[in-house]
Nanobody, 122 residues
């Protein structure tokens, strides 16, 4: 069973940067989609970015040009590099794993981490 553990969250000022990490352990899909989601208080969870093991990435318009999803296969680690952070980026960030699909944005992600909090202040 795949387990995911996020880290790297924290409090930063607007304009700052953070890098989130998500370490995967246990059984892993041989072909997969990975993703970062976030959920702010009182709001629905939203997808931030996805990555497939063929290297294709997607990101939502709200973070495009500021956030980058990547992975280090040797370390079984997924990353989310976040630059030019804004107060509206404040949320709990989760990584998720699911089976490979033509478009990872359409995957039902079945494995989730516990989340890491990101807080951006003015």
């Amino acid at each position: 069973q795949v387990q995911l553990m996020e880290s790297g969250g924290g409090s930063v000022q607007a304009g700052g940067s953070l890098r989130l990490s998500c370490v995967a352990s246990g059984y892993r899909y041989s072909r997969y989609c990975m993703a970062w989601f976030r959920q702010a208080p009182g709001k629905e969870r939203e997808r931030v970015a996805t990555l497939s093991n063929n290297g294709r990435t997607t990101s939502e318009d709200s973070v495009k040009g500021r956030f980058t999803i990547s992975e280090d296969n040797a370390k079984n680690t997924l990353y989310l590099e976040m630059n030019s952070l804004k107060p509206e980026d404040t949320a709990m960030y989760y990584c998720a794993a699911g089976p490979l699909a033509t478009d990872c944005r359409r995957v039902v992600f079945g494995v989730w981490g516990q989340g890491t909090q990101v807080t951006v202040s003015l």
